[in-house]
């Protein structure tokens, strides 16, 4: 999990693209090292006191097996909702990965509930997961959209590195094939979206697709590829995976980054030309720390020095234009300047490590500042003290945000949780490197 296991975190660079300082003292100063402190406290409190207890205790639907796909924002259940694959992948890879980080029983009791509850989803006759299913299990939504796919390889092979399954990988392995040779674009590289259960494209669409009919490549897809494969070399050093994570790269930074405005493109032709020029926040900040954490793992320091510049200007891109005066991060924006100012509960997640990841790389105080800032909207606004777990949406109505689900196919517990994991693994390699530079 950890993005720079070697402590190169603190190395400075100059990237003359992002127009950085140079800074002479590469060791965090004693302000700074307070911030970090104080974003570990959070994360530390709010994983292990709230988020990871809220799902061990409210998820799981013990007389239908698996979990709820619905609970309202007063903690009550659905029984009768349909069920996404999306949520069961990344419940599992939420448990595997704290439990990872901290062995604790109960975080591998869930990991494996999550784990076989993921089977139901698997098309026996056509292969891949379905989109969703019925409260009594059966095939409801059968498309095969392969955004979810690269979860269930995502949360695969993080169970495999948990628990030393062999089986987990195989199936990681055997999804990973699948879309490999269904959904990838030979000719202009990246992955298309959507299929017909028996993985036809021929303008078949869900009617709950992840995109639109003309769009037949995204962003967001395409991002979570890039996550799912770096994932999956940490368990399977295979060279032919590397090959396809580094073309991954490539098209990430060079087909769906806008070299002029610093932020992603939403969604492309099969050529990748972009159909508008919207962007999300949330999204390009989480793509500025997962792009490098892809490079590390695919091809080491040479890759990662590569897509610094990017990283970083993407980072700032977000500071300058998607974050409000409180640190709370809009939802969809263009050049002309924000379009929707709608504060989800992901975006302030991810902005928290990209921001952090931004500082790693860069030295920059702007950007430890901005994640502390962000981690206090978190605080204050999205962080439900009294029922548990995070609001959807930061609305500055708490009766509103009450009314949104706690649960449901989009909301997991997968930003969030892998949030408060990630800060946790970079502020303990900042702090530790810290003390040690201090150390006679």
């Not at 900040?285 to 990662?304: F, M």
């Not at 510049?309 to 409180?326: K, S």
């Not at 909301?411 to 303990?428: F, I």
Request: proline content about 6%.
């Amino acid at each position: 999990m950890p993005l720079f296991p070697r402590l190169r975190a603190f190395v400075l660079l100059v990237f003359s693209v992002c127009s950085l300082p140079a800074v002479e003292n590469l060791s965090p100063p004693p302000q700074a090292n307070t911030v970090l402190e104080r974003l570990a406290k959070v994360a530390e409190e709010d994983l292990r006191g709230n988020l990871l207890p809220y799902w061990l205790k409210h998820a799981r639907n013990s007389e239908n097996s698996g979990f709820f796909g619905f609970i309202s924002g007063n903690n009550l259940p659905d029984s009768a909702s349909e069920r996404g694959a999306l949520l069961t992948a990344r419940i599992l890879w939420t448990f595997s990965a704290a439990y990872r980080q901290s062995p604790k029983p109960e975080y591998l009791e869930m990991a494996r509930y999550a784990y076989a509850d993921l089977e139901a989803f698997f098309d026996r006759e056509h292969g891949g997961l379905f989109w969703t299913l019925s409260a009594s299990g059966k095939p409801k939504d059968t498309s095969k959209q392969v955004y979810v796919h690269t979860f269930g390889i995502y949360g695969l092979a993080e169970y495999y590195l948990a628990t030393g399954d062999a089986g987990a990988l195989e199936k990681a392995k055997a999804l990973y094939r699948l879309i490999d040779t269904k959904a990838h674009d030979p000719i202009n590289g990246g992955y298309f979206e959507v299929y017909s259960r028996d993985w036809k494209r021929g303008g078949f669409l869900s009617p709950r697709s992840v995109v639109g009919p003309n769009h037949p490549k995204s962003q967001n897809t395409n991002l979570h590829v890039l996550e799912c494969l770096t994932n999956l070399l940490r368990a399977w050093p295979d060279e032919q995976l590397r090959s396809r994570l580094v073309e991954q790269i490539h098209i990430m930074q060079d087909k769906l980054v806008n070299p002029k405005t610093h932020h992603l493109y939403l969604y492309t032709d099969e050529k990748w030309t972009p159909v508008d020029d919207e962007c999300s926040y949330g999204h390009d900040i989480e793509y500025s720390w997962l792009l490098c954490e892809a490079a590390e793992v695919a091809g080491g320091d040479a890759l990662l020095e590569k897509v610094k510049p990017t990283a970083i200007a993407v980072a700032q891109a977000t500071l300058n234009e998607g974050v409000d005066t409180d640190g709370g991060i809009w939802d969809t924006g263009t050049p002309a300047g924000v379009r929707n100012t709608r504060k989800d509960w992901w975006p302030q997640a991810e902005a928290v490590v990209g921001f952090l990841n931004a500082y790693q790389l860069s030295g920059d105080d702007q950007f430890l500042a901005a994640a502390d800032k962000t981690c206090g909207f978190i605080e204050a606004n999205v962080i439900d003290r009294e029922g548990g777990e995070w609001f959807q949406v930061a609305h500055p109505d708490l009766a509103k945000r009450k009314r949104a689900p706690k649960v449901a196919l989009w909301k997991c517990p997968y930003h969030n949780g892998r949030a408060w994991l990630e800060v946790l693994e970079r502020t303990t390699q900042i702090l530790r490197a810290s003390r040690s530079e201090r150390s006679p």
